[in-house]
């Protein structure tokens, strides 16, 4: 009897206390790094990043990792064909024994998986590209090499891809404006590989790096099946922090359990970055290099005499319809096929003319017949992930002899530097694009004797792209800067607020770059009696970049008019004795309105 | 950091699941009922054209056809490449013999390997009559090469 009462007594209770046991099993398992990585919960922060109801099961998913995890559970059970939308977290819950290892077959999910048959993960970076706000810093995205004969062709393969997803004929700056703050839907994508190579390789001319993982047979799995999960899922797009780079290393934590990639990365993830992260965290294998249309260009036209030159462009541009020339076949070959590429590239972004299209097929179909081969031997520039990084702390020490000024002789001061991103022409050049400045967020803070810490300048941009123009290829030189500065040599020394914008012409000269840039600024300036004011500038100046030394001349000149003219002359040099760290030395003379001055400045600088 | 123009482009060898369904209005998709190897000039020459306009085949600026889902067909359970989409590459690499997109259009067809050599040989000694004009659209090339490779005694297998 008393066993009766017990038995019945237990078996009242077991279910209870099996329900306690799996609750706080559950409990425990929701805090799970694994299982929040598959929710997109941020390493430290109670939300996550995906901005869909649909992608989860609770109605507080997004905030409660626990209610999330019975309601898969409970959906997977009554429903066992659910588990087919949300395959990796089915796995997950098998793997805990938290639903039966019995599971349903999910016919499209397998078709997807058997068509991709993902043999090799890589992720690739297509370099930075000044003309295009939404690639200044550069793109990532994943690749996905099927196994077989599939193998052979890089045109066989995937691209998967996030980015926001931008209503078609959307103008640049109310998508850099969105881009920035927000009102994006980000998708992930999915497109064969070719079509990535040729928008990065041939559109925009832009190289790619394959970064090729070492993700096990197991990794690739995990990451594929939460692809499945992702499809159509919309995050939120913001330039900075949740970005094509941010989302590619959330995956790869999803892929690899136990790694941690996102959490430097929070308030930011610049792709070159999250590359290097990548490299560090010892995921990859091997790098491969892919150069874009117009490098190849560049390559076989440098293999050519000047004469051999000429007659590239003038085949390209039609002028002659054939090569007339006694030179060896090899050489005609060389030229022709340069002139058919040529023309590709000038035709690249053109709506397609029937002239220039048989004209293409020509100059195609004499390569041909020449034997002319295009095996072109690029030499790959250094990896853009052993450049220096991007961040910057600099502290400067500056003396200006003020000849003609009224209160001061001279004054000295120190600065401190803080400058987010990125780079300046005249910083290691090794790993970035050539020509180039881009700094977004540059802080400067000056202590001097009588006036104690003040703010001395901040930019919050400064992009100048100096594309070498010749006979080839004529692009446009520009630069934009807008911030605020103290006019550091002027009486009061006043912070003004300025923008700057110019567009010029550079060219190869004396080993470095020559560039000629007029412009405009608009200055406000509060102790003005004409508090804003507009003036006409002139930027001449010439740049030698290099991986250890660079240098640059400069002049300017500003017509205030009624305010007089502000002429500047520099020469900077940089030296940087290590990969991140720098020396630079900036002598100046300047004639404004308030008198000459002669400073000298001398910079340690670190990036991080 | 890069726009994606097409919303519903997710899963490249996806069929059903994503915005554009099997045998949509734009896209392809509905030829893969064809099947077996004999199935493949058909299929090929019917569906390798889909979403390019014929005059836009050689030249043509960019990767995106009305196919928005994917630039890829599937044969027998293996992704096809879409010979619209990559016609400059694939005429440039047929002038010289090799490349990746003469590559990449040998392994759809499914070519083995060791009669690739082969068929790209076969390419590369018709190029003129493979592009006759700059006007020549991926079905008429996709003709040509399946009719170069019925009169080939190695090749004429892979098209019967």
């Known amino acids: 009897m008393r066993f009766l009462i017990f038995s019945v007594a237990l078996s009242v209770l077991m279910p209870a206390i099996a329900n306690a046991g799996l609750d706080k099993q559950l409990d425990k398992f929701s805090q799970d790094p694994q299982w929040r990585a598959l929710l997109h919960y941020p390493r430290s922060g109670a939300q996550s990043y995906v901005d869909d109801p649909r992608f989860f099961l609770s109605p507080s998913g997004h905030l409660d990792p626990l209610a999330e995890l019975q309601a898969t559970r409970r959906e997977f059970i009554s429903q066992p064909l659910r588990r087919c939308d949300y395959p990796a977290r089915a796995q997950w819950l098998v793997d805990r024994s938290l639903i039966p290892a019995s599971a349903p077959v999910c016919d499209e999910y397998r078709e997807w998986r058997e068509t991709l048959d993902v043999q090799q993960v890589s992720l690739v970076l297509a370099a930075s590209y000044l003309n295009s706000p939404s690639s200044m810093y550069g793109h990532t995205f994943l690749r996905f090499t099927p196994g077989g004969d599939r193998s052979r062709s890089d045109f066989l393969a995937y691209a998967l891809n996030f980015g926001a997803n931008i209503p078609p004929g959307e103008n640049d700056i109310l998508y850099a404006y969105r881009g920035l703050f927000g009102g994006y839907p980000g998708l992930f994508s999915m497109q064969p590989y070719y079509q990535k190579i040729q928008e990065y390789s041939r559109l925009e001319n832009r190289d790619m790096w394959e970064y090729q993982l070492n993700l096990s047979m197991a990794e690739m799995d995990r990451l594929l099946r939460h692809v499945w999960e992702l499809r159509d899922i919309n995050f939120d797009y913001f330039f900075f922090d949740e970005n094509c780079s941010f989302r590619l290393l959330e995956l790869l934590e999803v892929a690899r359990p136990g790694i941690d990639l996102t959490s430097p990365f929070e308030y930011a993830a610049m792709p070159v970055d999250t590359v290097r992260a990548v490299v560090d965290a010892k995921m990859v294998d091997e790098v491969k290099y892919r150069p874009s249309k117009r490098l190849e260009l560049e390559t076989l036209l440098e293999t050519l005499s000047e004469s051999e030159q000429e007659w590239v462009r003038r085949l390209a541009a039609g002028e002659v319809d054939e090569l007339d020339s006694a030179l060896a076949q090899s050489r005609q070959a060389q030229i022709v096929f340069t002139a058919y590429r040529y023309l590709r590239y000038q035709s690249n972004r053109d709506v397609r003319s029937e002239e220039v299209a048989e004209r293409s097929l020509r100059l195609l179909r004499q390569a041909k017949a020449l034997q002319a081969a295009d095996d072109i031997a690029v030499t790959p520039p250094a990896r853009s992930d052993f450049g220096h990084r991007t961040s910057l702390l600099a502290v400067n020490a500056g003396w200006r002899d003020l000849s003609d000024a009224s209160a001061q002789a001279s004054l000295a001061y120190a600065d401190l530097n803080y400058r987010i991103s990125y780079h300046d022409a005249l910083d290691s050049q090794s790993g970035y694009p050539p020509g180039a400045t881009l700094v977004m967020g540059d802080i400067n803070l000056r202590w001097q004797e009588r006036e104690g810490l003040r703010l001395q300048e901040f930019t919050i941009m400064d992009i100048r792209s100096l594309s070498p123009r010749d006979e080839f290829f004529s692009p446009i030189s520009w630069q934009v800067n807008f911030g605020l500065e103290r006019l550091d040599d002027a009486p009061s020394q006043p912070l003004v607020a300025q923008l700057s914008a110019g567009g010029g012409v550079s060219t190869k000269w004396l080993g470095g770059i020559a560039y000629a840039m007029p412009g405009v600024r608009m200055e406000y300036n509060g102790d003005f009696r004409e508090d804003w004011r507009l003036a006409p500038m002139v930027n001449i100046g010439q740049v030698w970049q290099g991986a250890v030394l660079s240098a640059e001349l400069a002049a300017r000149w500003m017509d205030f008019s009624g305010a007089g003219q502000r002429k500047q002359l520099s020469a900077t040099a940089n030296y940087a004795y290590q990969a991140d760290r720098a020396w630079r030395l900036q002598l100046d003379y300047r004639d404004q309105p308030w008198g000459d001055s002669l400073g000298v400045e001398l910079s340690w600088r670190r990036f991080f | ?160």
């Open chain 2, 1 to 160: 950091m890069k726009k994606v123009l097409i919303a519903s482009a997710f899963l490249a060898a996806s069929s059903a699941s994503f915005a554009v369904a099997p045998g949509g209005p734009n896209c392809g998709w509905g030829n893969m009922l064809f099947s077996g190897q004999s199935g493949l000039p058909a299929h090929l020459v019917a569906s390798i054209t889909n979403g390019t306009s014929g005059n836009a085949s050689f030249g043509m600026t960019s990767g995106t056809n009305g196919c928005s889902a994917n630039g890829t067909l599937t044969y027998g359970g293996k992704s096809m490449v879409n010979l619209g989409q990559i016609m400059d590459e694939f005429s440039e690499d047929v002038a010289m013999g090799d490349g990746e997109a003469l590559t990449a259009v040998a392994v759809s067809m499914g070519i083995a390997e060791e009669d690739r050599a082969l068929f790209k040989q076969t390419l590369h000694s018709n190029f003129d009559s493979l592009f006759p004009a700059a006007n020549v659209d991926a079905e008429a090339v996709m003709g040509s090469i399946v009719s170069l490779m019925k009169q080939d005694a190695t090749l004429s297998k892979y098209v019967s």
